[in-house]
Nanobody, 119 residues
Framework: QLQAFGGGLVQAGGSLRLSCAAS????????MGWYRQAPGKQRERVAYWTSDGSTNYADSVKGRFTISRDNAKNTVYLQMSSLKPEDTAVYYCNAAVQRIGVSNYQSYWGQGTQVTVSS
């Protein structure tokens, strides 16, 4: 189960921090990150980290967004700065989780949190 927090309304140029916590009988998380979906557009991947420590960003957010994680809390954060109106979307957390006693990874989605950037 994933729970996302931190969306809201902010003016262009402002900042927001999203957080997403995974809970349950977690053995390992392979990939964890954020997607977003704006009205009338397809869901796109924004940023994610992998278990080897690497992070990846969409070109549209490079230099403005930073993804970080707290392994002890199974939580990932997305610090969003220099926000633009085109960043307005519902942001979804996603994780590939291996649960205790299960051999394969399963993909989980958070409930989505609205980010609105006004011009």
């Amino acid at each position: 189960q994933l729970q996302a927090f931190g969306g809201g309304l902010v003016q262009a140029g402002g900042s927001l921090r999203l957080s997403c916590a995974a809970s349950g009988s977690i053995f390992r998380i392979n990939v964890m990150g954020w997607y977003r979906q704006a009205p009338g557009k397809q869901r796109e991947r924004v940023a994610y980290w992998t278990s080897d420590g690497s992070t990846n960003y969409a070109d549209s957010v490079k230099g403005r967004f930073t993804i970080s994680r707290d392994n002890a809390k199974n939580t990932v954060y997305l610090q969003m700065s220099s926000l633009k109106p085109e960043d307005t979307a519902v942001y979804y957390c996603n994780a590939a989780v291996q649960r205790i006693g299960v051999s394969n990874y399963q993909s989980y989605w958070g409930q989505g949190t609205q980010v609105t950037v006004s011009s």
